[in-house]
């Protein structure tokens, strides 16, 4: 699903205007951004949790010449799907 088949069903389904429902798509990435480059977790019951991980370095291989090279230490963006998203998915 692409974001203007997103707006289109949140539209329809909170009776929205596209250009309103296109706001609360944005404020709601944004919000979730935000949060989490603060180092908050967002638990949304039933959905889903948002959270940031900590990737320490390593030495990795490049493949095409067999060298070793170092791979920094990261935060990286980690989601735990909600059992009743799971359910529905099944």
């Known amino acids: ?13 909170a009776g ?6 296109t706001r609360a798509i944005d ?3 944004e919000t979730i951004t935000d949060a989490l480059a603060n180092g908050d977790k967002v638990p ?3 959905f889903g949790t948002f959270s940031v991980s900590k990737r320490a370095a390593r030495e990795g291989r490049n493949p ?5 090279v170092q791979i920094a230490a990261r935060n990286a963006v980690s989601f735990k ?10």
């Open 16 to 21: 929205l205007t596209k250009a309103d429902a």
């Open 81 to 90: 799907a909600g059992s009743a998203l799971k359910d529905a998915v099944n």
């Open 44 to 46: 949304l019951v039933g």
């Open 64 to 68: 095409r010449t067999g060298a070793t």
């Open 1 to 13: 699903m692409k974001k203007v088949e997103l707006v289109e069903a949140v539209a329809e389904k």
């Open 27 to 29: 404020a709601f990435c």
